[in-house]
T-cell receptor
Framework: QKEVEQNSGPLSVPEGAIASLNCTYS??????FFWYRQYSGKSPELIMS????GDKEDGRFTAQLNKASQYVSLLIRDSQPSDSATYLC???????????FGAGTRLFVKA | DTAVSQTPKYLVTQMGNDKSIKCEQN?????MYWYKQDSKKFLKIMFS???????INETVPNRFSPKSPDKAHLNLHINSLELGDSAVYFC????????????FGPGTRLLVL
């Protein structure tokens, strides 16, 4: 079982729709969860972090965490073509200072 | 000003060669990382240094050797390059080893022929 799992996609949504990206993780003791965005040919950049169960909103982005289900998600409201990128879920587990990344979900927002 | 910089940006070389990638951060961070991202976009930690001390050393071939001359620099030397080493190598930094927000460099695209 992979430590952090994501559907590789591609996920295609029309402009203005809600994009929903999902991630599961295996280390039950994990405490820190992140979403990074990576445009093609570019480096990852942090867009959201979440540490407690529930929702955390930042502009058009909402991160949701359910530790009991070992599940974290990212919702993008009013999706724009500029949101087209690969979204990497990252989890800091209990094994030292390491952050484990998922393989990413490719998102396409169609104009 | 570039926060985390890497050189070179592109590296094309023959199998068996030795090459180095350099990384510098001007953020004043204590912790730096090397990641490898393969063709499937899987980003995997290789090494991490905190104030010049090695704190993460994942299972990578010993042909890969990191060096941190000071906390602003983390270099990666690769001996006897193999085809499977072709990937994008990202350097990153964080404020300290307990701060999880990481800032990534632009990446070095390595192609081994």
């Amino acid at each position: 079982q992979k430590e952090v799992e994501q559907n590789s996609g591609p996920l295609s949504v029309p402009e203005g729709a809600i994009a929903s990206l999902n991630c599961t993780y295996s280390d039950r003791g994990s405490q820190s969860f992140f979403w990074y965005r990576q445009y093609s040919g570019k480096s990852p950049e942090l867009i959201m972090s979440i540490y407690s169960n529930g929702d955390k909103e930042d502009g058009r982005f909402t991160a949701q965490l359910n530790k009991a289900s070992q599940y974290v998600s990212l919702l993008i409201r009013d999706s724009q073509p500029s949101d087209s990128a690969t979204y990497l879920c990252a989890v800091r587990g209990t094994g030292g200072f390491k952050t484990i990344f998922g393989a990413g979900t490719r998102l396409f927002v169609k104009a | 000003d570039t926060a985390v910089s890497q050189t070179p940006k592109y590296l094309v070389t023959q199998m068996g060669n030795d090459k180095s990638i350099k990384c510098e951060q001007n953020l004043g961070h204590d912790t730096m990382y090397w990641y490898k991202q393969d063709s499937k976009k899987f980003l995997k930690i290789m090494f991490s240094y905190n104030n010049k001390e090695l704190i993460i050393n994942e299972t990578v071939p010993n042909r890969f050797s990191p060096k941190s001359p000071d906390k602003a620099h983390l270099n990666l030397h690769i001996n006897s390059l193999e085809l499977g080493d072709s990937a994008v190598y990202f350097c990153a930094s964080s404020l300290d080893r307990d701060q999880e927000t990481q800032y990534f460099g632009p990446g070095t695209r390595l192609l081994v022929l």
